[in-house]
């Protein structure tokens, strides 16, 4: 398959409304595409009929798979069959039914939770299969590697073009700053605008603080998923990220930093700190997408604390 030219194209972003959703659509409408952004009340992806139906009707060239079942800690120990189960229908759904409908194109969005706990870091591609994706999020993690794989078979069998993207942590404006959906970095954010804002002295954060994650700005993974969609890529998984592997006690002088929060950083020790290590190599990305990230974390930082001063979340 050659390069396929965006402009004009019809692309359908499962998930399009999301927190990602939003930066892809935009990624894509600059490279002049008809960008189709979808939400679970559009169509139920867990239903062939209704993927078939989504084919009929948004008769799209490429389709870029954000959506999922998913959730915190907590909604992945109470479902895990049922992340399982919809996950893994939702990816098959749309492969089976698109390479009936003579799709150019399809670009799955994987997760890093699809990682075996142990593979060695950071974490290569090649690893994905090296052990078994453990914890409350192994069932989803399982769930993509199986469609890994799908996508592979379906461009050997059917000659349907494919890119399978594993992305870092997101962060970004317009992020999940609810208590009950957000993630590390939205988390720090407010606790310490709440915390400046009502002057308090000191802040305490679970854990010690040493564990390591890795940070990709949301434009910076549209970017890279808008290149996987118009280049020729092989069908194997793609880390997206910057490589960069930073501590969460970093990570939090950093966001009080761009708070202007200037009290005491406390540690709670008796709360569990998590997996101790986690980035990516990101060479492949380097060298199929010609992708590098481009933001910043501390801009990206500051970026995020002045979108959330602008939209406080109740």
């Not at 169509?43 to 079942?69: G, I």
């Not at 910057?242 to 008796?270: F, K, N, P, R």
Request: proline share 5%; with cysteine.
């Amino acid at each position: 398959m050659t390069a396929l030219d965006l402009g004009g194209r019809r692309v359908v972003v499962t998930g399009g409304r999301g927190f990602l959703g939003r930066y892809v659509c935009k990624a894509f409408e600059g490279r002049g595409a008809e960008v189709v952004a979808l939400g679970s009340s559009d169509y139920d992806l867990t239903e062939q009929s209704e993927v078939r139906r989504l084919y009929q009707e948004q008769s799209p060239s490429v389709v870029v798979h954000l959506a999922a079942a998913c959730g915190g800690i907590g909604a992945n120990i109470e479902n895990p069959a049922r992340f399982l189960y919809e996950n893994a229908l939702m990816g098959l759904s749309l492969l089976e039914e698109g390479r009936r409908a003579g799709l150019d194109k399809l670009v799955l969005i994987s997760t890093t939770c699809s990682y075996p706990k142990d593979a060695p870091l950071p974490l290569q591609e090649d690893s994905i299969w090296s052990g078994k994706p453990v914890g409350a999020t192994g069932p989803y993690g399982m769930a993509k590697r199986l469609l890994h794989e799908a996508c592979e078979t379906y461009g050997r069998q059917y000659g349907l073009p494919c890119a399978v993207l594993v992305p870092a942590n997101l962060y970004g404006p317009g992020d999940h700053f609810e208590e009950e959906k957000s993630h590390v970095i939205p988390a720090i954010i407010r606790r310490y605008v709440e915390a400046k804002d009502a002057g308090l002295e000191s802040v305490s954060n679970w854990g010690t603080g040493t564990p390591t994650r890795e940070f990709l700005h949301a434009a910076d993974a549209a970017e890279a998923i808008a290149l996987a969609a118009e280049r020729d890529v092989p069908c194997e998984p793609i880390n997206l990220g910057t490589g960069v592997e930073t501590s969460i006690a970093d990570l939090t002088t950093m966001i009080a930093a761009a708070v202007g929060y200037e009290g005491e950083v406390a540690w709670d020790t008796s709360k569990p700190d998590g997996q101790p290590r986690r980035y990516l190599d990101v060479s492949r990305a380097r060298e199929h997408l010609g992708f590098s990230a481009a933001i910043d974390l501390e801009a990206g930082l500051r970026e995020t604390v002045d979108w959330y001063r602008a939209n406080p979340v109740e």
